[in-house]
């Protein structure tokens, strides 16, 4: 795969992903049903039996564009994956009154088809057609839009199973390493969590959508996945590193990045959005604004925004984790030396500011994901 040399790159190739492709179809769809204005698809997170927004055909993002809420709590959307059929709701003020409706009454929209959408006999989240009109879709409409609407399912699948396919390997990869499992599984969580907290906050700055704030979230678990090609005896030493076993632990990027770019290979995936993302991550996230870091010394606006993310995030961790050799430091104390560097030009000081301004989650992220006791001799 080809080094990315420029963010905004790696950005527009985001701009192919699904949501670029709902609104390519949705135009097409229009013809047959001039009041759709909109079509979105919501992920299912199976483990936390969340909804995510994910994907939008709208150019015009909603300010609550980034939510989530437990299906339990959506009892139309649950009856509809129940009945596995759609529901109709001829008028969206009649819901119960959450962010997400308000916000989507706001926009003018006023009625909702929802479809349960499944890969494979999984259940994989709902699409949504959206219109400014009330009571604007019948079961004759559906109907006469079913082919534009296998075309909605085909590609989201395509999309989910290749995210999938790709997270699924990487999980047999580390499952082959206890040791790294170990290592890493606290790190890789709270990593993802940081990365997910500062992706919505600047969200709307860099104007990115759901998806690529899921996928940067999912991937962020895998930053150094590198060292399962370390040993068991660098990775799990209790004294300080010599300079010597420090150049071999950074080499770990080298391999995440051999790694990665097989596995996309084999997948067909070169320049798919969702490949390039996890190899920006894989590879670039101990690159320093200022050409300091490593392995290739970018600078600047050359290191994607992904990566810029998932650097602050991990610098974060690894400052307020405890090692056998050092005593970790507290949230206000990081966020000051996390500040310095922005102040040498080292990291991104909007990163640095979300976290600053969310430290009400910091802990309560702390406190889901707790670091390993040391004493275990697998930190």
Same mark, same amino acid.
């Given at each position: 795969?080809?080094?990315?040399?420029?963010?905004?790159?790696? #950005?527009?190739?985001?701009?192919?992903?699904?949501?670029?492709?709902?609104?390519?179809?949705?135009?097409?769809?229009?013809?047959?049903?001039?009041?759709?204005?909109?079509?979105?698809?919501?992920?299912?997170?199976?483990?936390?039996?969340?909804?995510?927004?994910? =994907?939008?055909?709208?150019?015009?993002?909603?300010?609550?564009?980034?939510?989530?809420?437990?299906?339990?709590?959506?009892?139309?959307?649950?009856?509809?994956?129940?009945?596995?059929?759609?529901?109709?709701?001829?008028?969206?003020?009649?819901?119960?009154?959450?962010?997400?409706?308000?916000?989507?009454?706001?926009?003018?929209?006023?009625?909702?088809? =929802?479809?349960?959408?499944? =890969?494979?006999?999984?259940?994989?989240?709902?699409?949504?057609?959206?219109?400014?009109?009330?009571?604007?879709?019948?079961?004759?409409?559906?109907?006469?839009?079913?082919?534009?609407?296998?075309?909605?399912?085909?590609?989201?699948?395509?999309?989910?199973?290749?995210?999938?396919?790709?997270?699924?390997?990487?999980?047999?990869?580390?499952?082959?390493?206890?040791?790294?499992?170990?290592?890493?599984?606290?790190?890789?969580?709270?990593?993802?969590?940081?990365?997910?907290?500062?992706?919505?906050?600047?969200?709307?700055?860099?104007?990115?959508?759901?998806?690529?704030?899921?996928?940067?979230?999912?991937?962020?678990?895998?930053?150094?996945?590198?060292?399962?090609?370390?040993?068991?005896?660098?990775?799990?030493?209790?004294?300080?590193?010599?300079?010597?076993?420090?150049?071999?632990?950074?080499?770990?990027?080298?391999?995440?990045?051999?790694?990665?770019?097989?596995?996309?290979?084999?997948?067909?995936?070169?320049?798919?959005?969702?490949?390039? #993302?996890?190899?920006?991550?894989?590879?670039?996230?101990?690159?320093?604004?200022?050409?300091?870091?490593?392995?290739?010394?970018?600078?600047?606006?050359?290191?994607?925004?992904? =990566?810029?993310?998932?650097?602050?995030?991990?610098?974060?961790?690894?400052?307020?984790?405890?090692?056998?050799?050092?005593?970790?430091?507290?949230?206000?104390?990081?966020?000051?030396?996390?500040?310095?560097?922005?102040?040498?030009?080292?990291?991104?000081?909007?990163?640095?500011?979300?976290?600053?301004?969310?430290?009400?989650?910091?802990?309560?992220?702390?406190?889901?994901?707790?670091?390993?006791?040391?004493?275990?001799?697998?930190?």
């Amino acid at each position: 795969m080809e080094v990315l040399t420029t963010n905004i790159g790696a #950005l527009e190739a985001y701009q192919c992903g699904l949501s670029h492709q709902l609104s390519e179809i949705q135009k097409r769809m229009k013809v047959h049903q001039p009041k759709l204005a909109k079509v979105c698809f919501a992920l299912y997170d199976s483990r936390d039996h969340l909804l995510r927004s994910y =994907a939008d055909s709208s150019s015009l993002s909603l300010r609550m564009a980034h939510y989530e809420a437990p299906l339990s709590s959506l009892p139309y959307l649950k009856s509809c994956l129940e009945s596995r059929t759609e529901a109709y709701l001829s008028e969206l003020s009649d819901l119960h009154p959450s962010p997400h409706v308000r916000a989507l009454l706001g926009e003018g929209f006023h009625s909702s088809v =929802a479809m349960p959408i499944f =890969a494979e006999q999984r259940f994989c989240g709902f699409l949504f057609l959206n219109s400014h009109y009330p009571d604007a879709f019948t079961q004759s409409d559906i109907k006469a839009l079913k082919p534009y609407l296998k075309m909605l399912e085909v590609a989201i699948f395509s999309e989910y199973q290749l995210v999938h396919l790709l997270v699924e390997k990487l999980s047999k990869l580390i499952a082959r390493s206890p040791v790294y499992q170990r290592e890493s599984f606290s790190h890789k969580q709270r990593v993802a969590a940081y990365t997910n907290m500062i992706a919505l906050a600047l969200a709307d700055h860099y104007d990115v959508d759901d998806e690529f704030v899921e996928h940067l979230t999912l991937f962020a678990q895998y930053h150094d996945i590198g060292k399962i090609r370390l040993s068991p005896e660098l990775l799990c030493k209790q004294q300080v590193l010599t300079q010597d076993e420090v150049n071999q632990l950074r080499q770990h990027i080298i391999f995440g990045e051999e790694i990665v770019e097989q596995l996309i290979a084999e997948l067909n995936a070169v320049d798919h959005p969702s490949a390039i #993302l996890l190899h920006d991550v894989i590879s670039y996230h101990y690159e320093f604004l200022d050409g300091s870091g490593y392995p290739r010394q970018l600078q600047a606006d050359e290191i994607p925004l992904g =990566a810029r993310i998932v650097c602050v995030a991990n610098i974060f961790d690894a400052m307020t984790t405890h090692k056998p050799y050092k005593q970790g430091c507290s949230v206000p104390y990081a966020l000051l030396e996390l500040e310095k560097m922005v102040a040498m030009n080292k990291l991104d000081a909007r990163c640095v500011d979300a976290l600053r301004n969310h430290q009400h989650q910091l802990k309560s992220i702390l406190e889901r994901y707790p670091e390993r006791d040391p004493m275990e001799g697998l930190y």
